[in-house]
């Protein structure tokens, strides 16, 4: 179980990943050596899984993001597996959820432009393993994208 100190170092760590480790032992009140043993720690129960750069795609020149909702023909016991596979050798998709329900699968896909998308979307997605139904879902706006937990 997590104290009270884990806490604090989750929470400074999650909302500014890039601080030194001096300064983030200062903010979460604890010695640089107990920051150090609790990260190694969290590290090794599985709880902090990385730390990573959040790029901007639009920044990049990736104006278009698409969330496309996938039904797949499931008579075929490895549908599930073989579409998922194939999906992440396409290096534009960014983001792959399964779901129960109606909808299998979710798949974030990053485009230049509609140009782009179109040429993708045609070469790429629709060339994926047994699909029996796709919808596409055009980002306008990003309103909220937080992962940070409320520690």
């Given at each position: 179980m997590l104290d009270d100190a884990d806490?604090?170092?989750l929470r400074q760590w999650q909302a500014d990943p890039s601080l030194a480790p001096a300064e983030l032992a200062e903010r979460a009140r604890v010695s640089p050596?107990?920051?150090a043993r609790r990260q190694?720690?969290?590290?090794?129960?599985?709880?902090?899984k990385g730390v990573q750069a959040v790029i901007d795609w639009g920044a990049?020149?990736?104006a278009v993001?698409?969330?496309?909702?996938?039904?797949?023909d499931k008579t075929q016991s490895r549908a599930f597996d073989e579409f998922?596979?194939?999906a992440r050798e396409v290096p534009e998709v960014i983001e792959i959820?399964?779901?129960l329900g109606r909808v299998d699968v979710r798949l974030s896909v990053i485009a230049r432009d509609m140009s782009h998308y179109q040429h993708l979307y045609r070469s790429r997605i629709l060339t994926l393993p047994h699909i029996a139904d796709i919808e596409a879902l055009?980002?306008?706006?990003?309103?909220?994208?937080?992962?940070?937990?409320p520690l």
């Open positions: 806490r604090r170092i050596g107990q920051l190694a720690k969290l590290r090794e129960a599985g709880l902090v990049l020149g990736y993001e698409v969330s496309l909702r996938v039904t797949l998922i596979e194939a959820q399964t779901f055009m980002q306008v706006a990003r309103i909220k994208s937080d992962e940070g937990l």
